[in-house]
């Protein structure tokens, strides 16, 4: 008989890392599962269909809503749906593998309520200033953009306490281990 498998959380503001992280730690984990999001936009140039996103039309992704087909969702930029399909989630897990979902603070919430049981997981900075940096950092985003962003890294950032574990990315090898610590310490039976 197969042991289910867990879900776990990951949360945190941008540019704290949370993207480098996770792709060690399912590097290091082949027992983990990571969700892929539904979306109602196009796949963008080089995208591929329940790789990068289930691209779905708007009435595929109203009947999931509808149904109850999904753990979270949102429109982003008031334009597009993005969430997270629940029926690939629960059959990862039934299959024993313990799924990863990186959500925004809004996602991690929705998924709180609709799995009490998911470990929810915070990725935060070692510090205000090295968060400020590592996003300029980037190069990725305009001054008024990451103006945007900070405004709500401030946000995220003060409701951490209600996730159930704290990891402060301080290095990626560091928070990988950690990350993979309270992962496989939550599935010791």
Known sequence: MITPGKAFVVCGPTAVGKGTVLKEVLARDPHLWYSVSATTRSPRPGEVDGVHYFFVSQAKFDELVAQNGMLEWAVVHKVHRYGTPRKPVEDAMAQGY?????LDLDGARQVREAMPDARQIFIAPPSWDELQE??????????????????????ELAAQDEFDDVVINDTVANATTALLNIIHSSTVE
């Open 134 to 155: 590592r996003l300029r950092g980037r190069g990725t985003e305009d001054e008024e953009e990451q103006q945007r962003r900070l405004t709500t890294a401030r946000t």
């Open 98 to 102: 313990n799924v990863i979902l990186e």
